[in-house]
């Protein structure tokens, strides 16, 4: 949100002391820096959950072609594997839809929510621009007709024209008053509404990985074969595709 006031004629009076002026624009510049920062976080949110998201169901995707695999058909340890592998996949993706769901209720809705009042907070600010305006142009009117010889005439403008002024400067400033009593509160409000929130994303990411702890714990000793270090695993390997490599099928013209 953006405040721009309007360039209208100023009266030679300063009707709004400096000081004032400055601790609305602090205040307002704050709101406005918060607006934005928590438009970020949830848009961040959403982009990681729904990260989560695609990364567990490609993982359970993975498994279930594993499983069609023709290998699975013709060796039975290998079935095992992949079996256990699938079965690991998709009790991560289980508590990972958990996790997301409850990261949508207590972080990304609550963000949504705070973020549905700075409309109604533009609107208020822009009401008290308009009102300054208002007061302004009001305020010169009656230095015009003051400035005037004392006639008659100008005498009946100058009390019409302070008539005019009267209401117009106690509406702005009570706008003016109520914007600079509550956005403070408002602004310093944003650490007892927020920090539930937080308390509950770092809680469903200790539980989720607390339970990725223990799944892939589980499929690591159904996978494990004693005696084979992640070294031999990778010379066997070598071995093999070079047995590959010699075959006539695959060798270099």
């Not at 230095?143 to 509406?171: F, I, M, N, S």
């Amino acid at each position: 949100m953006s405040w721009i006031p309007f360039k209208i004629g100023q009266p030679k009076k300063q009707i709004i002391p400096k000081t004032v002026e400055r601790d609305f624009e602090r205040e307002y510049g704050k709101l406005q820096q918060l607006e934005e920062q928590t438009k970020r976080l949830q848009k961040d949110m959403k982009k990681s959950t729904d990260a989560d998201l695609a990364m567990s169901k490609s993982a359970v995707k993975i498994s279930l072609d594993l499983l069609s695999n023709p290998l699975c058909e013709q060796d039975q340890d290998f079935l095992d594997m992949v079996t256990a592998l699938d079965t690991a996949m998709k009790r991560m993706d289980a508590f990972n839809q958990e996790k997301v769901n409850q990261i949508q209720k207590t972080v990304i809705e609550p963000l949504k929510k705070f973020g549905s009042v700075f409309p109604s907070l533009n609107m208020a600010v822009k009401r008290r621009e308009q009102a300054l305006q208002d007061y302004r142009r009001l305020q010169a009117k009656v230095e015009k007709y003051e400035e005037k010889e004392k006639t008659g005439p100008v005498l009946a403008k100058l009390h019409q024209a302070r008539e005019e002024l009267r209401p117009v400067r106690e509406d702005f400033e009570a706008k003016n008053k109520q914007l600079l009593d509550e956005m403070p509160r408002f602004y310093g409000s944003r650490l007892d509404y927020f920090q539930p929130s937080f308390e509950s994303l770092i809680r469903a990411q200790v539980v989720y990985y607390s339970e990725m702890h223990k799944i892939f714990g589980d499929l690591t000793q159904q996978l494990d074969q004693p005696g084979h270090s992640d070294e031999q695993r990778e010379r066997e390997n070598e071995a093999k595709l070079s047995e590959l490599r010699a075959l006539s099928i695959v060798a270099d013209d």
